[in-house]
């Protein structure tokens, strides 16, 4: 019965361990993973891509973020 309550808690020390590299990888990628002004036009290439803002104000707005 010992052993079993063992295994149990390690088993749960290891669940834990593991759930917390998963989570310092995804927070640690997302604060070191780009330049907000990168960011800014990927989205702006969207915007245009999709065809909500025209090819003028795609370059004036283009123009402003480099």
């Known amino acids: 019965m010992f052993i079993i309550l063992i295994l149990l808690v390690i088993g749960a020390i290891y669940l834990f361990q593991q759930q917390n590299k998963r989570n ?12 907000p002004s990168r960011e ?18 795609f370059m004036e707005r283009k123009k402003v973020l480099s």
């Open 24 to 35: 310092s990888v995804f927070t640690t990628n997302l604060r070191s993973s780009r330049d």
């Open 40 to 57: 800014a036009l990927d989205i702006l290439r969207e915007r245009y891509a999709r065809g909500e803002i025209s090819e003028q104000e």
